[in-house]
């Protein structure tokens, strides 16, 4: 149990270094919350709800319910990375957005999505 313990910790120590190299990296390319919101209000919102919560209008009809995003974003086990891909490429019930959206806008979007999500 002991051991359990300190490989959580070790985890957590690792999550945070990772979560710390990925803002400063980020930053070097600032967010743009307003393109965020624009993008996420065009292409996003009438699935996933105005906060993104994955209760926006289209939800109720749908077989595979939409995601939560800020759920998402913070879960130590998903990445940016990872979730970006999955915007880009589509899953089922959400379109592909390669070629509508660059992974700047798709960044933005995430960063718009934590701005509003405290
Ligand atoms: C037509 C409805 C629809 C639209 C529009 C849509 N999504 Fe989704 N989204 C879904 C559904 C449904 C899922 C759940 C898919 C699954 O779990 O297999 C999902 C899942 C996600 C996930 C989680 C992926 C994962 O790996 O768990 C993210 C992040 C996401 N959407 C972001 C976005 C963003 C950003 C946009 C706008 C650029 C967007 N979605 C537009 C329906 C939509």
């Not at 589509?90 to 379109?95: F, H, I, L, S, Y």
Request: hydrophobic content about 40%; overall charge positive.
């Amino acid at each position: 149990m002991k051991y359990a313990f300190a490989g959580l910790g070790a985890l957590g120590v690792a999550g945070m270094i990772f979560i710390a190299s990925s803002v400063t990296s980020e930053s070097a390319q600032a967010a743009d919350l307003n393109n965020g919101q624009a993008q996420f209000q065009t292409n996003c919102q009438v699935c996933h709800g105005n906060k993104g919560w994955g209760n926006g209008p289209a939800a109720a009809g749908m077989q595979e319910k939409p995601a939560n995003i800020s759920k998402k974003l913070n879960s130590i086990f998903q990445t940016d990375a990872k979730l970006t891909q999955d915007v880009m490429g589509g899953k089922t019930g959400m379109p592909a957005f390669k070629g509508v959206l660059s992974k700047k806008d798709v960044a933005d979007i995430f960063a718009y999505i934590r701005s509003i999500n405290p």
